[in-house]
């Protein structure tokens, strides 16, 4: 097996500039997570319901761990090695929170299935026979004092395992519908300005007014 080794003075070239396009990569990485941890605290403000994707929290920054300590080891710098302690502990406290969350929704969906199971079967039984099925509709108003329709809002619709069920987007009226659903809880999400989340409870009878009003005007 051969290895490639290259003379001494164009060694120290290549780690030098290794180690600048670590630098430079390692800070448009710093750069996302400042952004991705603004948007998420917006988001928060908004009502973000949980969801599996919440596990989508801890690679990226798992990642910036490994590489930061990295360039701490390669560098010696107490910047580098300082930020990499904070970022391990941030690591280690959105592993705490996902697994905190997912572990009580999950007891909390395994206490309630059997329930809502037996309701969804009586209640596909009922839909059955009269040839129907729940519907939700409603309007996304603006937060402004004349609290006037929003056209052209994404309104989300998620089940209670946090899948999404369907995406409308408000006409120009500012009205959504959702057809076609089962008896069930729901968590109704409007974008498109900062999120808007709320949750009902969808009987055989469907939801013919649900309307969410965002935080403010476009702009």
Do not use: N
Not at 17 to 31: E, P, R
Request: hydrophobic share 50%.
């Amino acid at each position: 097996m051969y290895s490639l080794k290259m003379p001494a003075p164009y060694a120290r070239g290549a780690a030098v500039a290794a180690l600048l396009g670590g630098v430079s990569v390692w800070g448009f990485a710093m750069l996302w997570l400042t952004l991705a941890a603004g948007l998420t605290a917006r988001t928060v403000r908004g009502g973000l319901p949980f969801a599996p994707t919440w596990w989508s929290f801890i690679f990226p920054v798992g990642a910036c761990v490994t590489a930061t300590s990295a360039l701490a080891a390669r560098t010696g710098s107490e910047l580098f090695t300082w930020a990499a302690v904070v970022l391990y502990v941030l690591v280690v406290v959105a592993w705490m929170v996902v697994v905190s969350r997912s572990l009580r929704y999950a007891a909390g969906h395994m206490r309630r299935r059997p329930v809502i199971d037996d309701a969804r079967r009586r209640l596909a039984e009922s839909d059955a026979r009269r040839g129907v099925a729940p519907v939700l509709r409603g309007t996304v108003r603006s937060g402004a004092t004349d609290g006037r329709p929003v056209s052209e809002a994404r309104v989300t619709l998620l089940d209670p395992a946090g899948d999404v069920v369907g995406i409308a987007l408000t006409a120009e009226d500012g009205s959504y519908t959702f057809t076609g659903l089962e008896a069930d809880q729901y968590t109704v999400v409007a974008a498109g300005y900062p999120a808007r989340a709320a949750s009902l409870t969808l009987d055989a009878a469907g939801q013919d007014a649900f309307d969410l009003t965002l935080a403010h005007d476009e702009g």
